[in-house]
């Protein structure tokens, strides 16, 4: 039951007396879960930040810091993911369970443990986080493509420019926009433009590096978060991957076709770039002017055909004809 899709899940037995540790180890490890044990608050709240559980059987009456005091802390913690708590009371008194479950136990046994209901609650607590899990994947991803949707990459944004600002290292943002994409969708229909957008997506998952981040941003347009990289190394980035859409075949159901893309680069430092919006600002500029300067093409901030296109870029921005993105002609 325990071994759903050959995965096994992890239990962590938070218990002071070595003993009881011991009897739920070996039925856990029986019933083909995988176990961790502490034997006190302090040591698992330190193992939880080390590698998360799946789910915590957790002691109430221990010394120094007691079961309702470490599910407290670990539900405070937002950086953890959903992780459910059974607490395992000697107290069978309505009260003991209200603090409990007060605290941030989602559910309880009472001890003597009766082993069939601890399993009948293990398995209908780890089926709502794998629900848990499923909910916290989708909110991040863009369902397309897989990748990260608009606002986990500005979140991630936000934490990798302060990131940047604090240890004073670069940080290269570039904007991609597929050429003529409408022209794709009028020609071969949605379901080739979507295995279009799939399929550059796959594209930059393998240009890029396991640092960086690739998300989803509008329509056809993909940002990617380059940290660690100066410009000339983000202008690298986008004028390999700019090469590579060129000649690959995107392929669809009963046929290929080719396209090509266009690239805005920005970085920080940068004289005019204080915070993340005005970096994205930037690269969303520098793509304006790839496009309106033939397209298929990369160009950064600050070079000539930017300073000579950009300000009308902001004229347009400031009476509104040119938003940030999807009014833009593709
Ligand atoms: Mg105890």
């Known amino acids: 039951m325990p071994t759903e899709q050959g995965y096994s899940p992890l239990v962590l037995i938070v218990d002071d007396h070595p003993d009881n540790v011991e009897v739920l180890q070996v039925r856990l490890d029986a019933l083909g879960y995988r176990t961790a044990c502490a034997s006190d608050g302090e040591t698992a709240l330190n193992m939880v930040a ?6 915590i059987l957790l002691d109430v009456m221990m010394p120094r810091m007691d079961g309702n005091e470490v599910a407290r802390r670990i539900k405070a913690d937002k950086s953890l993911p959903y992780i459910p708590i059974i607490m395992q009371t000697a107290l069978d008194s309505t009260q003991s369970k209200v603090v409990g479950l007060d605290s941030g136990a989602d559910d309880y046994v009472t001890k003597p443990i009766n082993y069939a209901e601890l399993q009948a609650r293990m398995t209908a607590a780890l089926r709502i986080k794998s629900l848990q899990d499923k909910l916290a994947e989708m909110a991040i991803t863009d369902a397309l493509t897989g990748l990260f949707n608009r606002r986990h990459l500005d979140e991630r944004l936000d934490e990798m420019f302060e ?4 240890l004073h290292e670069p940080l290269s943002v570039v904007m991609f926009d597929i050429d003529h994409f409408k022209k794709v969708n009028d020609t071969y229909g949605h379901q080739v433009g979507d295995a279009v957008l799939a399929q550059f997506a796959q594209l930059l998952k393998h ?3 396991d640092i960086d981040r690739i998300g989803r941003y509008g329509g056809e347009e993909f940002m990617v978060l380059l940290p660690g990289t100066v410009i000339d190394a983000g202008v690298t980035f986008a004028k390999r991957v700019r090469q590579e859409v060129e000649t ?3 392929e669809y159901e009963g046929g290929a076709l080719q396209c ?3 690239a805005g680069v920005a970085a920080f430092p940068h004289p005019g770039i204080h915070n993340r919006q005005k970096l994205v600002k930037a690269a ?4 304006y002017v790839a496009k309106t300067t033939g397209r298929n093409r990369v160009i950064r ?3 000539e055909e930017f300073n000579a296109n950009v300000k009308e870029v902001d004229d347009q921005h400031a009476d509104g004809t040119v938003g940030g993105g999807n009014s833009r002609s593709n």
């Open 163 to 166: 990131h940047s600002v604090r």
């Open 207 to 209: 240009a890029a590096r």
């Open 301 to 303: 901030i600050g070079d």
């Open 260 to 262: 090509t893309i266009s």
């Open 284 to 287: 969303d500029d520098a793509l």
């Open 50 to 55: 080390q590698s998360p559980p799946d789910l």
């Open 248 to 250: 690959h075949q995107f």
